[in-house]
């Protein structure tokens, strides 16, 4: 096997580990015309040529047991779809627990739809062909009954981003759950984000050039349809979603792109590499007065914006944060355009909620950005409390 194939693999599997999100799970690449997989109860962060095996649809069945089952799923799972080129079985904390309520899980922030897909799906048994129709359609994430959860991307380096994305979403789901709930990206909305951020955005991941404009006309005139489809199962299944927004300003940002946004996004890995200690940062602005501005979305934060709601401050925070913190309305797309407008609309707060997006701060530095990331994500988890 390919040493690049095992280091890759390795690199990453440090990392899953690291963030706790596998405890008994698998990792696997494209190789050939087959996968390279983990091996069972293989230690993540010592990964080594015999910790790797090549399966393919030859030697398949010479496999046993629980391992059989899993690489004949990422197997499924990586064939289904030329765009991927990685995959995984995870079952961090939240998304183990969440998996238990054998429910789908529907987009409650814009990375969920970009990343994930329309709608999370639960698979009704944990086989094979169960796990592939879930996977099905405009969805790279399903939910394994009491098992944790299925996610396939184009690389290993946009799997990490996936899965974090996919544990943070359901520990919001778990959370809110006292709070009155979180608000859902309604289906055309979240397809639109996932075929803007798919077919019109160079991958930062891959590296990989744009798709073909062919291509794109094609996926962006198929999206209307497949969203009916999806607001059908999104109201079969009893969720259903919702979002405060402008329609006709959301077109524009649709049309504009977000090259920028996505870019940005992508180069925060779970918030490791991007040198602001896991505040996840997913981009900085200077405004016309000099003072800078940011978004970003770590894990309590995107817990209160999945909410989308203003939040009361509990006593300890409240000399330094106020006795609330507003919660703007979503916008869909956070274009420059888009995201100008939702400075102006924060006006002269320092820091305030914008729904299914994350927090946005402004300050006179870099350290003070920081700083207000870090207390809003202290401010949120004792809101949680």
Same mark, same amino acid.
Do not use: W
């Given at each position: 096997?390919?040493?690049?194939?095992?280091?890759?693999?390795?690199?990453?599997?440090?990392?899953?580990?690291?963030?706790?999100?596998?405890?008994?799970?698998?990792?696997?690449?494209?190789?050939? !015309?087959?996968?390279?997989?983990?091996?069972?109860?293989?230690?993540?962060?010592?990964?080594?040529?015999?910790?790797?095996?090549?399966?393919?649809?030859?030697?398949?069945?010479?496999?046993?047991?629980?391992?059989?089952?899993?690489?004949?799923?990422?197997?499924?799972?990586?064939?289904?779809?030329?765009?991927?080129?990685?995959?995984?079985?995870? !079952?961090? !904390?939240?998304?183990?627990?969440?998996?238990?309520?054998?429910?789908?899980?529907?987009?409650? =922030?814009?990375?969920?739809?970009?990343?994930?897909?329309?709608?999370?799906?639960?698979?009704?048994?944990?086989?094979?062909?169960?796990?592939?129709?879930?996977?099905?359609?405009?969805?790279?994430?399903?939910? =394994?009954?009491?098992?944790?959860?299925?996610?396939?991307?184009?690389?290993?380096?946009?799997?990490?981003?996936?899965?974090?994305?996919?544990? $943070?979403?359901?520990?919001?789901?778990?959370?809110?759950?006292?709070?009155?709930?979180?608000?859902?990206?309604?289906?055309?909305?979240?397809?639109?984000?996932?075929?803007?951020?798919?077919?019109?955005?160079?991958?930062?991941?891959?590296? $990989?050039?744009?798709?073909?404009?062919?291509? $794109?006309?094609?996926?962006?005139?198929?999206?209307?349809?497949?969203?009916?489809?999806?607001?059908?199962?999104?109201?079969?299944?009893?969720?259903?979603?919702?979002?405060?927004?402008?329609?006709?300003?959301?077109?524009?940002?649709?049309?504009?792109?977000?090259?920028?946004?996505?870019?940005?996004?992508?180069?925060?890995?779970?918030?490791?590499?991007?040198?602001?200690?896991?505040?996840?940062?997913?981009?900085?602005?200077?405004?016309?007065?000099?003072?800078?501005?940011?978004?970003?979305?770590?894990?309590?934060?995107?817990?209160?914006?999945?909410?989308?709601?203003?939040?009361?401050?509990?006593?300890?925070?409240?000399?330094?944060?106020?006795?609330?913190?507003?919660?703007?309305?979503?916008? =869909?797309?956070?274009?420059?355009?888009?995201?100008?407008?939702?400075?102006?609309?924060?006006?002269?707060?320092?820091?305030?909620?914008?729904?299914?997006?994350?927090?946005?701060?402004?300050?006179?530095?870099?350290?003070?950005?920081?700083?207000?990331?870090?207390?809003?994500?202290?401010?949120?988890?004792?809101?949680?409390?």
């Amino acid at each position: 096997m390919d040493n690049k194939i095992i280091n890759a693999i390795s690199e990453y599997a440090k990392l899953f580990g690291s963030k706790g999100y596998i405890e008994s799970g698998y990792i696997a690449v494209r190789e050939s !015309d087959g996968i390279a997989i983990t091996v069972a109860k293989a230690d993540l962060n010592n990964i080594g040529e015999n910790d790797v095996v090549f399966v393919n649809d030859k030697n398949i069945e010479s496999f046993e047991g629980n391992f059989r089952a899993a690489a004949v799923i990422l197997f499924c799972a990586i064939r289904q779809d030329k765009m991927s080129e990685a995959a995984a079985i995870v !079952d961090s !904390d939240a998304i183990l627990k969440y998996s238990s309520k054998r429910k789908p899980l529907q987009p409650v =922030m814009d990375n969920v739809a970009k990343l994930l897909g329309v709608t999370v799906k639960c698979a009704s048994k944990n086989v094979a062909a169960e796990i592939v129709t879930a996977l099905s359609g405009y969805r790279n994430a399903c939910l =394994m009954p009491d098992a944790g959860a299925v996610i396939k991307a184009r690389s290993l380096k946009e799997l990490i981003e996936a899965v974090n994305v996919l544990d $943070k979403a359901c520990m919001a789901e778990l959370l809110a759950e006292d709070k009155g709930g979180t608000q859902h990206l309604n289906p055309l909305n979240a397809l639109i984000e996932q075929v803007v951020y798919k077919f019109t955005t160079r991958s930062e991941y891959t590296g $990989k050039p744009e798709a073909q404009d062919a291509e $794109k006309s094609q996926s962006v005139e198929n999206a209307a349809g497949a969203a009916e489809v999806e607001k059908a199962d999104t109201a079969a299944s009893g969720e259903n979603g919702s979002q405060s927004e402008n329609e006709s300003e959301n077109s524009d940002s649709a049309q504009e792109g977000e090259n920028q946004d996505v870019t940005q996004s992508a180069q925060n890995i779970s918030g490791e590499n991007d040198g602001n200690g896991g505040l996840e940062i997913v981009r900085k602005v200077t405004l016309e007065s000099g003072k800078l501005a940011a978004l970003a979305c770590p894990r309590y934060v995107s817990a209160v914006a999945a909410i989308g709601k203003p939040m009361t401050v509990t006593a300890e925070y409240k000399d330094r944060l106020g006795e609330e913190i507003n919660c703007l309305p979503s916008r =869909m797309i956070l274009s420059d355009k888009a995201f100008g407008k939702a400075l102006e609309l924060a006006g002269e707060t320092k820091v305030c909620f914008i729904a299914q997006h994350g927090v946005i701060v402004m300050g006179d530095s870099e350290q003070e950005l920081n700083d207000a990331i870090a207390l809003t994500e202290e401010a949120c988890k004792a809101y949680f409390a």
